[in-house]
């Protein structure tokens, strides 16, 4: 990804963390996350970290993008908030995942 590229998607994410939290989002630092289950990598990618002013519950927040199969929202955004567990880039995409199997699981009870 180009510093440009990069540039622009680390302020989408920061609109984002507005829209959704109410909050001022400070950029911080970018981390590489690869989360294996089962010998099987499950997710791959970086996650955006940025402290926040005006959240009423935490100071941080975790945030990535990616691209998905739905050409009405090709682009899906996540955000995870700094409460426990997710307390650092790897457990807040462990938490995501958790939450996506539950979202998968009741969708097909």
């Not at 099987?40 to 940025?50: A, P």
């Not at 908030?81 to 880039?89: E, G, T």
Request: aromatic residues 8%; positive net charge.
């Amino acid at each position: 990804m180009t510093k440009q590229r990069k540039e622009s998607s680390i302020e989408e994410l920061r609109g984002v963390i507005r829209k959704l939290h109410g909050a001022k989002a400070t950029y911080v630092e970018s981390v590489p996350v690869k989360e294996v289950f089962q010998g099987q990598t499950v997710w791959d990618g970086v996650v955006e970290v940025f402290d926040l002013k005006g959240h009423p519950k935490t100071h941080r927040a975790y945030a990535w993008s990616h691209d998905t199969d739905d050409p009405k929202h090709p682009r899906r955004h996540v955000t995870v908030l700094h409460i426990p567990p997710a307390i650092s880039p790897q457990t807040a995409v462990q938490a995501f995942i958790v939450q996506e199997f539950r979202n998968a699981n009741q969708a097909q009870a």
